[in-house]
């Protein structure tokens, strides 16, 4: 699969791109066909300048490399991990089981029905292995929330988070005023 070890994403479909720098954040998906949710949380990685990784983990296909990856992503240099699932959606959570990182499930809408079961099989964790989980398809929120983690540490993403707010407030300000024209 040709965008595995890609250091940055575009939104639109980018040929691979080799790592330039350190990945902060992997981003893991049960299947290549996640990827298309994935996009826009990746544009916002790559707003952000925050490096990343992308690989395919499946928890059911691949479950010995899911978990050997997930338990080397701390010593690799990665500080949150990013773990995309649809359907039964073990992944977030398998993930979460092998890493003291903080673990972002995304639901990802199945071919059959809304994504409730992908969205049920994430935030459901049994205490004690938790899983921060977004609504389904949100890869947006997801990236925003790891810029956030990395940003209580890191002045410079902080920034970028408060700047992102700052645009964000201004443009519903702007659509507020069109109201009245
Ligand atoms: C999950 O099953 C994947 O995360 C994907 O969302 C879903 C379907 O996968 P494919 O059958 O399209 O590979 O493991």
């Known amino acids: 699969?040709?965008?595995?070890?890609?250091?940055?994403?575009?939104?639109?479909?980018?040929?691979?791109?080799?790592i330039k720098e350190q990945p902060l954040v992997a981003v893991v998906m049960g299947s290549d066909s996640d990827l298309p949710v994935l996009r826009p949380g990746l544009a916002i990685l790559d707003k952000f300048s925050i490096p990343y990784t992308t690989r395919i983990t499946s928890a059911h296909r691949t479950p010995t490399w899911m978990a050997e990856y997930a338990t080397a992503a701390a010593d690799n240099g990665i500080k949150t991990i990013i773990a995309a699932a649809g359907g039964a959606a073990h992944l977030p959570g398998m993930a979460a089981a092998h890493t003291p990182l903080p673990v972002i499930g995304i639901p990802v809408k199945p071919t059959i029905g809304d994504g409730t079961d992908s969205l049920l099989s994430i935030c459901n964790m049994p205490k004690g292995v938790p899983v921060a989980?977004?609504?389904?398809?949100?890869?947006?929120?997801?990236?925003?929330?790891?810029?956030?983690?990395?940003?209580?540490?890191?002045a410079a993403v902080r920034e970028r988070v408060?700047?992102?707010?700052?645009?964000?407030?201004?443009?519903?300000?702007?659509?507020?005023?069109?109201?009245e024209e």
Request: hydrophobic fraction near 35%.
């Open 1 to 18: 699969v040709d965008f595995m070890d890609q250091g940055k994403a575009k939104a639109s479909d980018s040929p691979a791109r080799k």
């Open 133 to 154: 989980t977004v609504s389904v398809n949100n890869s947006i929120n997801a990236a925003l929330l790891a810029a956030r983690i990395l940003g209580s540490s890191d």
């Open 162 to 179: 408060e700047q992102y707010m700052r645009d964000s407030e201004k443009e519903v300000r702007e659509k507020d005023r069109r109201l």
